[in-house]
């Protein structure tokens, strides 16, 4: 899962610092991979621990001044929230066990508690941590520790969106082409909330840099700890010395780092950013769970037995992810989309060429807007 979700970890700053400084993704891209491979494979896992540290420190810090600053200009809570619920964008989970739902129960709920008890609990980059602790106590806090941030971050994250769409409600920046995609949207409300503070927006894209590079990091550092374990040491009739294992180690870092980078641009065609990485997660997240319960609950199943379970469930669970990744992309798949306004726009733009009948059924505009008309 690593090595497919690497590319997306570099992918995100990327876009971020495209949007608020218009500098190429392609140029962006060599200079964050290659600061996130040096520190990695020159500081080890306490290199990764202590950045990861700062990192998130710069990243809540950044995200809670633009939520303070982002509320008191639009005039307090009450008006981001009414603003979200007038043009329905505080809506619940589908109730409906229907898989095949975007935002369904059984999607959320069981799949999420499923995603997440994977992640905290099996996933190597997060055991590597849990085992330069002290003792089983330790990581019993650091756990209950992680889950209380993952939350607060979540909920920052969600509540900066409502900000967002409380700002441009009356404006899309994407019709207008202002953004040109949605992943841009919050690095431009950044923008326009706290760009008149100096050296605001480069702490925003700073927290951005600093939560996507933790998890590049961190994967790096668990897939060259698996690389040495499982597919060198074990083919060796003599133990590596202590400067062949950090050649080793330092080796597979550059390698997959380089490689995460050459695969930017084909992160960059499929799609919005946090949807592309959940379906990537899902294509190990199950069979490696499952893999490790077997393990902890039916310990007299054989180890070919697993392995054929595990290669089943990860090439039918691939075929699904592709499949839909391709139905996607071709437009064979769509998500119902909310209905947004450009009807009080402060600036002049061209409305998009496939500003059509059909587009109208979902966008507000006025009636005389015209395909090629511009709107002020």
Not at 120 to 136: A, C, D, E, H, M
Request: net charge positive; aromatic share 10%; with cysteine.
């Amino acid at each position: 899962m690593n090595i497919l979700w690497q590319p997306i970890c570099i992918y995100v700053p990327a876009l971020t610092l495209n949007q608020v400084s218009g500098i190429s993704v392609s140029k962006i891209v060599p200079m964050t991979s290659m600061v996130c491979i040096l520190y990695t494979s020159v500081g080890g896992i306490k290199g990764v621990v202590w950045t990861d540290v700062i990192q998130g420190i710069v990243m809540i810090g950044s995200m809670a001044f633009v939520i303070v600053k982002g509320t008191l200009d639009l005039g307090g809570l009450n008006v981001v929230l009414d603003r979200n619920r007038q043009f329905d964008r505080l809506v619940g989970p589908d109730m409906t066990l229907d898989p095949t739902v975007r935002m369904g129960v059984l999607a959320l709920f069981i799949g999420g508690a499923f995603f997440k008890l994977q992640a905290n609990g099996i996933n190597q980059s997060i055991v590597q941590r849990y085992l330069t602790l002290p003792n089983f106590r330790a990581v019993k806090q650091a756990i209950l520790l992680s889950l209380t941030g993952f939350m607060i971050v979540l909920l920052m994250c969600v509540y900066i969106g409502m900000l967002a769409f409380a700002e441009f409600y009356h404006c899309d920046p994407i019709t207008t082409g202002l953004a040109r995609a949605k992943d841009q949207v919050i690095p431009l409300y950044v923008m326009k909330s706290v760009g008149t503070f100096p050296g605001l927006v480069g702490l925003f894209v700073a927290g951005v840099f600093s939560a996507a590079l933790s998890s590049l990091s961190t994967a790096l550092n668990s897939l060259s700890g698996v690389i040495l374990t499982d597919f060198i040491e074990p083919f060796r009739e003599k133990p590596l010395t202590e400067r062949q294992t950090a050649f080793v180690l330092r080796g597979v870092v550059v390698v997959f780092g380089l490689l995460s980078m050459a695969s930017v641009p084909i992160v960059e065609k499929l799609g919005l950013v946090m949807q592309l990485s959940s379906t990537v997660a899902a294509i190990t997240c199950g069979p490696l769970l499952g893999a490790f319960s077997v393990g902890m609950l039916l310990p007299f199943v054989k180890t070919e037995s697993l392995l054929t379970g595990i290669s089943c469930a990860s090439t039918f669970t691939a075929y699904i992810v592709v499949r839909a990744q391709i139905a996607i992309f071709t437009g064979q798949m769509t998500s119902p989309t909310k209905p947004v306004s450009v009807e009080d726009c402060d600036y002049l733009f061209d409305l998009p060429d496939n500003w059509n009948a059909t587009t109208m059924a979902y966008v507000y505009c006025p009636k005389w807007a015209k395909p090629s008309r511009k709107i002020s």
